[in-house]
């Protein structure tokens, strides 16, 4: 496609519950990302996916995260056991080769909100 | 640990009043200082890299330049339309990721 696209753009879960947050990065884009953004703060790193090297997940906040990517596209977020500090826009970004070469093309967020 | 502070948080401008925002950082060896602009319901949207000090790039109203501790963010007679969150990042050691500070909303009125 012609950008990065995230989906759901919205999510509303109550507490406890687990959830998917999926990302469509742009086509041959070889690494991906995820970032969390809370209220008033900045681009908090989650993690990176490049090609087929072990993804880099040193960002994730508690095993209660985990995220997956199939080879070079779809990549999902998954949250179990959701807490309220976990509401959040949780933005993906892709990039042709590794962000030290390139630049980050993101998405626009989906945004998670945890009762 | 890299790091990355922008200053002030907030900026309110008249239109055509020319300002700067502020980044300095802390990183071991920086490999890349990159600005972003963030519109509210959207992701960041690339603005510059600047690797090197003394290197300056420029892009309509918005001036970009670094230093071995910092980088600013020039804004040239703002017009309303620049009003948005501006984010600046550093590369981390490892490669893999870009650190970001909080960003520096700037409103710019008619």
């Known amino acids: 496609g012609a950008g990065v696209s995230q989906s759901p753009s919205n999510k509303v879960t109550e507490k406890g519950k687990d959830v998917e947050l999926r990302c469509d990065p742009i086509?041959?884009?070889?690494?991906l990302y995820w970032y969390r953004q809370r209220l008033g703060q900045g681009l908090e790193f989650l993690i990176y996916?490049?090609?087929?090297?072990?993804?880099?997940k040193s960002g994730l906040p508690s095993d209660r995260f985990s995220a997956e990517r199939t080879g070079e596209s779809v990549s999902t977020l998954t949250i179990q056991r959701t807490q309220q500090e976990d509401s959040a826009v949780y933005l993906c970004?892709?990039?042709?080769?590794?962000?030290?070469?390139?630049?980050?093309?993101f998405g626009a967020g989906s945004r998670l909100t945890v009762l | 640990e890299d790091q990355v502070t922008q200053s002030p948080e907030a900026l309110r401008l008249q239109e055509g009043e020319s300002s700067s925002l502020n980044c300095s950082y802390t990183v071991s060896g920086l490999r890349g200082l990159f600005w972003y602009r963030q519109d509210p319901g959207k992701g960041p949207e690339f603005l510059f890299t600047l690797y090197s000090a003394g290197e300056e790039k420029e892009k309509e109203r918005l001036k970009a330049t670094l230093t071995k501790k910092e980088s600013f963010l020039h804004i040239t007679a703002p017009k309303p339309e620049d009003s948005a969150t501006y984010l600046c990042?550093?590369?981390?050691?490892?490669?893999?990721?870009?650190?970001f500070g909080k960003g520096t909303t700037l409103s710019v009125s008619s």
């Open positions: 990042a550093v590369l981390n050691q490892a490669g893999t990721a870009l650190i």
């Open positions: 086509s041959g884009h070889t690494a």
């Open positions: 996916f490049q090609g087929n090297s072990a993804p880099d």
């Open positions: 970004a892709s990039s042709f080769r590794p962000s030290g070469a390139n630049v980050l093309t």
